[in-house]
């Protein structure tokens, strides 16, 4: 099992940024890929960034693109998402998520508690 704490949300003024940070501890040794999801009032949850665990190869929605980076330290087991240029559409639970490795495993079955991002205008 896996379990995952999420921490550095905040509040934050349109243009400004903010780093989130995700802590992994269990059986981390079995990680395949973190990612990030986030859900605002009233809509469905949606995809935000992903990174391997092993090789850090990274992907990123179109929404998010050249704005946030995601990253992660493996001595640390900690996950990270650097959030520049924030704007308010981007307000949120940002929660993180976690799956075990394999080539046909596609469900995040880790998940955090999530994080309040708040960005005003």
């Known amino acids: 099992q896996v379990q995952l704490v999420e921490s550095g949300g905040g509040l934050v003024q349109a243009g400004g940024s903010l780093r989130l940070s995700c802590a992994a501890s269990?059986?981390?040794?079995?990680?395949?890929?973190m990612a990030w999801f986030r859900q605002a009032p009233g809509k469905e949850r949606e995809f935000v960034a992903a990174?391997?665990?092993?090789?850090?190869?990274?992907n990123y929605a179109d929404s998010v693109k050249g704005r946030f980076t995601i990253s992660r330290d493996n001595a640390k087991n900690t996950m990270y998402l650097q959030m520049n240029s924030l704007k308010p559409e981007d307000t949120a639970v940002y929660y993180c998520?976690?799956?075990?490795?394999?080539?046909?495993?596609?469900?995040?079955?880790?998940w955090g508690q999530g994080t309040q991002v708040t960005v005003s205008s």
């Open positions: 269990g059986r981390t040794l079995s990680l395949g890929t």
């Open positions: 998520a976690a799956r075990n490795a394999g080539p046909r495993n596609i469900i995040y079955g880790y």
């Open positions: 990174i391997t665990w092993s090789a850090g190869s990274s």
